[in-house]
């Protein structure tokens, strides 16, 4: 989900401003106006386009449990409703310009209770109710509105779009938590048995010495992560997922050459941590959208599945 990649950086003001970008983003061509809330709040609606659709975001303060989450997006939903169809923010709404609203979109990170949906049919059920008996005063109301539960999933393609917008300050995270701590003895034997013979040649030691053991560890854990991780920025980034596969592809067959044609052992140390650095500075210049946090985790996840296979060759003493 692109949730994962975004959420320890989420709270109210940022995901309002992704929403903001967002919606800028799939309805500027349908004349899209966003409502600053500064000048006595934003009558209900962060902003609205001509062609009738007009959207409320909401993201919860922390991660509550399922029972919690449906009553706090309950609560914001009845609230902002409650404006749409309040005689006295109508003439704001109005004095905004806000056409005809045909969906009325709640846009919240994520939901896991069907209830919600079930009170979005209730309560649009009610605007449907009030416009209906006072259509004069809520001219701006369809009489087929419907009331939309949004999600970030629904706008991959918005999200994925503004990450590698240089101009937009959003940045993607990919320390997912879900993945922290994979449990490395579930790395295959050949895999694990490639990763103990390059670190050993890198290290110089014996396989009983603790640094190595340690290392070993180490390295099988961010192999498994990035397999994980790199799933998921498939799934949910397809075109940076695409770009950056490219990239650790093409990086792989220049560092497999630079290890194999190595001379001289003792320089394996030297050589694994220059290409580190070099992969990371590359890193950083062609994925911008990436956290710092993220950069360092890929560069440790993808540099280990050169370990992990056959890329990076190593002479042994």
Not at 85 to 110: M, S, Y
Not at 119 to 133: D, G, T
Request: charged share 35%.
């Amino acid at each position: 989900m692109i949730l994962d990649f975004i959420r320890d950086n989420l709270d109210g003001d940022t995901w309002e401003n992704w929403c903001d970008n967002i919606y800028r983003d799939r309805y500027q061509n349908q004349n899209f106006v966003k409502i600053p809330a500064a000048h006595l709040g934003d009558a209900g609606i962060e902003g609205f386009t001509l062609s009738g659709i007009a959207y409320q975001c909401y993201c919860p303060e922390k991660n509550y449990s399922d029972d919690d989450l449906y009553g706090r997006l309950r609560t914001k939903v009845t609230t902002d409703i409650g404006k749409l169809i309040d005689k006295d923010n109508a003439k704001r709404l109005k004095a905004l310009g806000v056409c005809k609203i045909k969906e009325w979109h709640f846009v919240t990170p994520e939901y896991k209770d069907k209830r919600i949906i079930e009170h979005l049919e209730q309560k649009r059920k009610e605007v449907v109710l009030a416009a209906s008996e006072d259509p004069e005063t809520f001219s701006y109301i369809d009489p087929e509105i419907r009331l939309i539960p949004k999600v970030a999933e629904d706008f991959k393609v918005e999200f994925v779009r503004l990450i590698r917008n240089p101009l937009v300050d959003i940045k993607l995270n990919m320390a997912v938590k879900s993945v922290s701590n994979p449990d490395w003895t579930t790395c295959s034997t050949e895999k694990i048995d490639n990763i103990k013979r390059k670190v050993k040649a890198i290290m110089n030691v014996k396989e009983d010495d603790d640094d190595f053991k340690e290392m070993v560890t180490y390295w099988s854990e961010a192999y498994l992560k990035g397999i994980e991780i790199m799933s998921k920025l498939q799934e949910s980034c397809g075109v940076i997922y695409e770009d950056l596969f490219e990239l650790e592809q093409q990086y792989k067959k220049d560092v497999s050459m630079q290890s194999r044609m190595n001379p001289d052992h003792s320089l394996n140390y030297k050589l694994f941590m220059e290409i580190l650095e070099k992969f990371e500075k590359t890193l950083r210049e062609q994925f911008a959208c990436f956290s710092e946090p993220s950069i360092i985790e890929l560069k440790r996840d993808l540099v280990s599945g050169w370990l992990a296979d056959c890329s990076l060759q190593f002479k042994v003493g």
